[in-house]
C-alpha cells in the first residue's frame, strides 16, 4: 500500500498539497464519502421496507415488483420527488427555509473528515482529537431541523422543531458522555488509536454500558422507531418536513438515513474495533479494501438492527422518549463514564 501511495506522490509531482487535496476529495466525495452515503442511504431504505414488510405484511415492497426485491418502488420514489414542484410557502423565512436541507446534510456528513476506514490511508482532517471533533460538528445539523421547522411558519412544522430541540438535548448528552467514556478508558481520542487498543477485546465488552448507552441515543438521534417522534405523521404530519415538497422533502426525508450511516461508522469504530481483525496488509486490496470492507461490514449491521426496530416497535410519546432520555440512558451514561473510570484507575486496562 506504501508503494502505491508514493506513486501517487510520484505521479502528482511531489506536490504534497496536490496529493492531499486528490485523497481528501476522494475521501469525501467517493469512498466512504457522499457517493457511498447516497448508496448506504438507498440501500438501507429498500431493506427497512423489505424488513417491515416482511414482518407486517405490507402489500406494496413485499409483493411489487418482487423478482427484483421491490426495487421498482424505490425507482418509483425518485421520478415522483424529481418531478415534484418545489412550494415555498408564501409566509416562510425563504434563506432559512431554503438553506436549512442542505446545511443539515452538510454538517451530517462533514464528520467521515475525521474518521478513518483502513489503517493506512488518513482521513482528510486526521487530529488527535478526531472523536471529540466528529462528535461536535454532528452535533450541529439537528440545529438545522430545528430552524426548518421555524422557518415553515406552519404550525405542526414548529411542534415537530420543538420536539426535536426537547430530543435532542435529552440524548445528544448521554451519547456524547458514552462515547467520551471510551475515549477515558482508551486514553486517546484519536480513532486510529482507539480501534488499534480494541485488538484483544472490542470496545461494547469492554464497556458495554457506554455501547448500550450510545446505541440508544443513536436511535434517537436518527430518527429510528421507537424515536420517531419529531416527524410522527399521524399526529403532525411530518413535523419539520412538512412543508417540504419535491426533491427538498426527499433530501429532507434521507438526512435521517445519512445520519445513521455517519453514527454507526462511529460506533462500528469505538465498540467493534474498526477494521480489525485486519492489522496490516499489502497493496491497495490487502491494505485499503478489505480493512475498509470490514468496517462496511460492521456498520451494516449496526445500521440493519436500527432500521429492524421499525417493524417491532410502535412510537414512544413525547413524554415518554425525555423521561426514558433523562432517567435511565443519561444514568447508564454516567454509569459508563465511572465504569471507565474504575478500569483505568484500578489498572483493569493498561496501554503502552
Known amino acids: 500500500m506504501i508503494q502505491e501511495i ?19 476529495l476522494g475521501y469525501m466525495l467517493i469512498y466512504p464519502g457522499l457517493i457511498m452515503i447516497v448508496i448506504a442511504a438507498a440501500l438501507l431504505l429498500w431493506a427497512e421496507r423489505k424488513i417491515v414488510a416482511l414482518v407486517q405484511l405490507r402489500y406494496g415492497p413485499l409483493w411489487i415488483s418482487r423478482r427484483i426485491g421491490g426495487a421498482l418502488q424505490g425507482f418509483a420514489d425518485l421520478i415522483r420527488f424529481s418531478f415534484q414542484e418545489v412550494i415555498i410557502p408564501r ?26 476506514v483502513s489503517p493506512y490511508i488518513k482521513p482528510p482532517i486526521h487530529s488527535d482529537i478526531g472523536l471529540l471533533a466528529a462528535i461536535a460538528v454532528i452535533s450541529v445539523a439537528p440545529i438545522f431541523i430545528v430552524l426548518m421547522g421555524w422557518a415553515s ?13 426537547l430530543l435532542i438535548v435529552s440524548y445528544e448528552i448521554p451519547f456524547i458522555i458514552s462515547i467520551l467514556s471510551m475515549g477515558v478508558m482508551f486514553g486517546s481520542l ?27 441515543a443513536m436511535l434517537r438521534v436518527t430518527s429510528r422507531f421507537p424515536f420517531e417522534i419529531s416527524e410522527a405523521e ?43 481483525p485486519i492489522v496490516s496488509g499489502e497493496g491497495v486490496i490487502g491494505g485499503f479494501l478489505i480493512p475498509s470492507l470490514i468496517v462496511i461490514l460492521k456498520l451494516t449491521v449496526v445500521s440493519l438492527v436500527a432500521v429492524f426496530l ?16 433523562w432517567i435511565h440512558v443519561f444514568a447508564l451514561s454516567i454509569v459508563s463514564l465511572v465504569w471507565s473510570i474504575i478500569l483505568v484507575y484500578g489498572g483493569w486496562v493498561r496501554w503502552a
Open 91 to 116: 409566509r416562510s423565512d425563504v434563506i432559512p427555509f431554503l438553506l436549512s436541507p442542505g446545511l443539515a446534510i452538510l454538517f451530517s456528513v462533514l464528520p467521515i473528515a475525521f474518521m478513518p
Open 190 to 216: 484519536d480513532f486510529y488509536e482507539i480501534v488499534e487498543r480494541q485488538s484483544l477485546l472490542p470496545g461494547m465488552l469492554l464497556n458495554p454500558f457506554a455501547f448500550l448507552a450510545s446505541f440508544i
Open 153 to 165: 411558519d406552519n404550525k405542526f412544522a414548529f411542534v415537530g422543531s420543538l420536539r426535536e430541540a
Open 6 to 24: 508514493l506513486l501517487l506522490k510520484e505521479l502528482l509531482g511531489n506536490n504534497e498539497m496536490i496529493y492531499r487535496t486528490v485523497i481528501g
Open 310 to 325: 421499525r417493524a417491532v416497535y410502535g412510537r414512544y410519546r413525547i413524554d415518554q422518549a425525555i423521561r426514558i432520555g
Open 234 to 276: 399521524t399526529e403532525i404530519v411530518a413535523g419539520p418536513y412538512t412543508e417540504y415538497s419535491g426533491l427538498m422533502f426527499g433530501l429532507s426525508m434521507g438526512l435521517a438515513y445519512i445520519k445513521l450511516y455517519v453514527y454507526a461508522l462511529m460506533v462500528s469504530l469505538v465498540f467493534l474495533g474498526g477494521w480489525l
